[in-house]
């Protein structure tokens, strides 16, 4: 018998009849012969409210606090979607992060998970319980102290328990039917992909698809889980996240999309540098300074110096929400470096063209810029990886520069098959 | 320096100004140059909602599930006590029951503390936090399960807590200003007493004061630990509960009072058995059916039989709550006994005087019933203790019996002091 891991977030566990939907699928995959094992999150927005209610007492609570509190969310739900399996004559246990043996370590708050140690988990099941296990959450290993895995942490707590569990497979349940080639809210002709390689989805997570967290993608190609991204809300098959983009194709096979899909983030702001002279170690006080104040960088870019006054400007984006911690900190930095001024724009937006085949096509990038200046898209600043090409855009062009890429390289469907149920859960 | 244990309840802690206010009572403690544990409740109804889910999901929820459930009500507000704390420049940290050593039996849903191992508590005061509890929970001893100890349990994690670490006192902030000699809602010339015995406030709790939860008071005696009961809401000094009716008086003290106050109960129902034969093991065969189904009896009065029918009635009072499953229980016995019917009646209320100087003073008996006679109410059962007597009546006249014995005890204050705030906590 095979072990089948779900993931159900917050829009799927809104209220006692979400609930009560989500026990019946569980059940289902019980009854179909699998044991299960079940990761939630807290129900719709209760983490949000218990934010809300860290705010009103403390501006600035302890996070080992704050991650006490927020646990309580999936405590709830966990005993809640127990309950409702009960009700429907199954059996069902539920345990918490740290009941389940997930090992973190000591960063509350933003935790990372070192080791499972399922023995309860599978003593549960060995007694032909259904296992509820709250997402999110774990307990360190130095200081045994309950600690969170930040927003999305229950994608990695499914994975993770995948992993431990040697599990056939792990479905995150979704309000999304699987991963599409662009977000169908955007570009309502965007086809939902049957399969997609753990470096294409990593890519894609990166660029801004929220269906599934970076983390748990990484973990899963780590340890090589399918994971299966499909909706709760329908009985459609989703998309599987599996294989590598070095496979050999399988004999018989079509050759491979050369795109997998487009992706798009309206989260990050762009600080410039302006005026930093060009001279050996100035960039690496600059990201040294930032990388101190625990600030995240994604795109860097620096221009050649003008010759005339040996000054250069780098500019780089970062999440919006660390902005103002970035701009104070390099403010601090400016007598010692002496740059000349510091910009900041929050009104950007990055689209990201995402596929294993750009590798051995030339000529995307040519292909991609024009769609964007046929559209009367102005390209900021451009990054590239291995299968991924990024620009950052004006925040008002994101949605056009999504759907003329889209097009322009052949991916809108027929005819509209994406469904979008709700919010999104964590 | 002295360890001091406080309880804030569910009514003290109802939204973030209210905890922000315990926050601020709990540092002057610390201030004062006490080390300082506190024990919480979860916050104002959340209990009730918890519990109110969990019925949408599931009419018989597991009691494990439950206790899962309802133990996320604490979890939040120890969080938000420690964040609060915090906030004011203090140092606290928080702890589950489990966290803090609270050891139980296995009976979900109404576990006993069967030992506290503080040792994370000891060295979190050590590093010199202020250490915020979970009450109302625990782990089991042989299961690892999260229990929890039922209604009122936070008081005996406090109390138990105290007794583990030695404290110097456990003081239970409520919404009254501490024990009343009646309920001052109903009396309104109620007098606080400034101490009463361990014994006495037994009965009173057992009588229906919801002031304290009796296994709390139990706990306390056992362990000899002082509960100072008082308000969340003011500065006064509440009610002292310490010592034994049987302590000597302390030299030049004044003899104790005879009447520790007038207590009452509208929660019990009474069931009369009409019709038993009067044999050998009938009145056995009753109650051990309705213990097995688990129900507490509270007073039981059988008749002598009349001599024509060599027939008796049994009546028996029990909580309301337990009434459809006791009269489901006796029903099924009918046949096997062969007592002809079963009486249902939900309308009572007990009174009970409790005092012990009653143990040397003669006549209370007579004075109670005449008090009673002479306000009109009609006594229906009587049941004594070696310090209180109890008597049922009807449930319209209890405020009447109540008034009445307490004037008739000289109990009445010049003038009015009892000042009631909220509801009551668990």
Same mark, same amino acid.
Do not use: W
């Given at each position: 018998?095979?072990?089948?891991?779900?993931?159900?977030?917050?829009?799927?566990?809104?209220?006692?009849?979400?609930?009560?939907?989500?026990?019946?699928?569980?059940?289902?995959?019980?009854?179909?012969?699998?044991?299960?094992?079940?990761?939630?999150?807290?129900?719709?927005?209760?983490?949000?409210?218990?934010?809300d209610l860290a705010a009103q007492v403390s501006p600035l609570p302890p996070a080992r606090e704050l991650d006490m509190l927020l646990t309580a969310g999936e405590r709830i739900s966990m005993a809640l979607v127990a309950m409702a399996i009960s009700d429907l004559g199954f059996t069902a246990q539920s345990f918490t992060g740290s009941q389940a043996g997930v090992i973190t370590d000591d960063v509350h708050g933003k935790a990372?998970?070192?080791?499972?140690?399922?023995?309860?988990?599978?003593?549960?099941?060995?007694?032909?319980?259904?296992?509820?296990?709250?997402?999110?959450?774990?307990?360190?290993?130095?200081?045994?102290?309950?600690?969170?895995?930040?927003?999305?942490?229950?994608?990695?707590?499914?994975?993770?328990?995948?992993?431990?569990?040697?599990?056939?497979?792990?479905?995150?349940?979704?309000?999304?039917?699987?991963?599409?080639?662009?977000?169908?809210?955007?570009?309502?002709?965007?086809?939902?992909?049957?399969?997609?390689?753990?470096?294409?989805?990593?890519?894609?997570?990166?660029?801004?698809?929220?269906?599934?967290?970076?983390?748990?993608?990484?973990?899963?190609?780590?340890?090589?889980?399918?994971?299966?991204?499909?909706?709760?809300?329908?009985?459609?098959?989703?998309?599987?996240?599996?294989?590598?983009?070095?496979?050999?194709?399988?004999?018989?096979?079509?050759?491979?999309?050369?795109?997998?899909?487009?992706?798009?983030?309206?989260?990050?702001?762009?600080?410039?540098?302006?005026?930093?002279?060009?001279?050996? $170690?100035?960039? +690496?006080?600059?990201?040294? &300074? /930032? %990388?101190? @104040?625990?600030? =995240? !960088?994604? *795109? #860097?870019?620096?221009?050649?110096?003008?010759?005339?006054?040996?000054?250069?400007?780098?500019?780089?984006?970062?999440?919006?929400?660390?902005?103002?911690?970035?701009?104070?900190?390099?403010?601090?930095?400016?007598?010692?470096?002496?740059?000349?001024?510091?910009?900041?724009?929050?009104?950007?937006?990055?689209?990201?063209?995402?596929?294993?085949?750009?590798?051995?096509?030339? $000529?995307?990038? +040519?292909?991609?810029?024009? &769609? /964007? %200046?046929? @559209?009367?898209? =102005? !390209?900021? *600043? #451009?990054?590239?990886?291995?299968?991924?090409?990024?620009?950052?855009?004006?925040?008002?062009?994101?949605?056009?520069?999504?759907?003329?890429?889209?097009?322009?390289?052949?991916?809108?469907?027929?005819?509209?098959?994406?469904?979008?149920?709700?919010?999104?859960?964590?």
């Amino acid at each position: 018998m095979g072990i089948v891991v779900q993931k159900y977030g917050g829009s799927s566990l809104s209220d006692a009849d979400a609930i009560k939907r989500v026990a019946r699928r569980i059940v289902d995959a019980k009854k179909a012969g699998n044991d299960v094992v079940v990761a939630v999150s807290a129900m719709g927005d209760s983490t949000d409210e218990l934010l809300d209610l860290a705010a009103q007492v403390s501006p600035l609570p302890p996070a080992r606090e704050l991650d006490m509190l927020l646990t309580a969310g999936e405590r709830i739900s966990m005993a809640l979607v127990a309950m409702a399996i009960s009700d429907l004559g199954f059996t069902a246990q539920s345990f918490t992060g740290s009941q389940a043996g997930v090992i973190t370590d000591d960063v509350h708050g933003k935790a990372k998970i070192l080791d499972v140690t399922p023995g309860r988990i599978r003593s549960a099941i060995d007694e032909g319980h259904i296992v509820i296990v709250a997402g999110f959450q774990g307990v360190s290993q130095q200081t045994k102290e309950i600690t969170t895995l930040g927003r999305g942490g229950t994608d990695t707590t499914a994975v993770a328990l995948a992993a431990a569990l040697d599990a056939d497979v792990c479905e995150i349940y979704t309000d999304v039917d699987g991963v599409f080639t662009a977000d169908p809210r955007i570009v309502p002709a965007a086809r939902k992909l049957a399969t997609v390689t753990y470096e294409e989805m990593l890519e894609l997570a990166a660029s801004g698809a929220k269906v599934l967290h970076l983390r748990s993608v990484e973990y899963a190609r780590r340890h090589n889980i399918p994971i299966h991204v499909r909706s709760s809300f329908s009985t459609l098959e989703g998309t599987i996240v599996t294989g590598s983009i070095n496979d050999p194709a399988p004999e018989g096979s079509m050759e491979a999309p050369i795109i997998a899909g487009v992706a798009h983030d309206r989260s990050e702001a762009k600080i410039t540098v302006v005026g930093v002279p060009d001279k050996v $170690g100035e960039a +690496a006080a600059i990201f040294n &300074a /930032l %990388a101190e @104040a625990q600030i =995240n !960088i994604d *795109m #860097i870019v620096q221009n050649v110096s003008a010759a005339a006054t040996n000054l250069t400007d780098i500019s780089f984006t970062l999440p919006t929400s660390d902005g103002q911690t970035a701009m104070t900190t390099l403010d601090e930095l400016k007598a010692r470096v002496g740059f000349e001024s510091l910009l900041y724009d929050e009104s950007i937006g990055k689209i990201s063209l995402i596929g294993a085949g750009m590798r051995s096509h030339p $000529g995307i990038s +040519a292909k991609f810029f024009t &769609a /964007l %200046a046929e @559209a009367g898209v =102005n !390209i900021g *600043m #451009i990054s590239t990886s291995e299968i991924r090409i990024s620009v950052i855009v004006d925040q008002d062009d994101v949605d056009r520069a999504v759907q003329a890429c889209h097009t322009a390289f052949d991916l809108d469907a027929d005819e509209v098959e994406a469904v979008v149920y709700g919010g999104s859960g964590r």
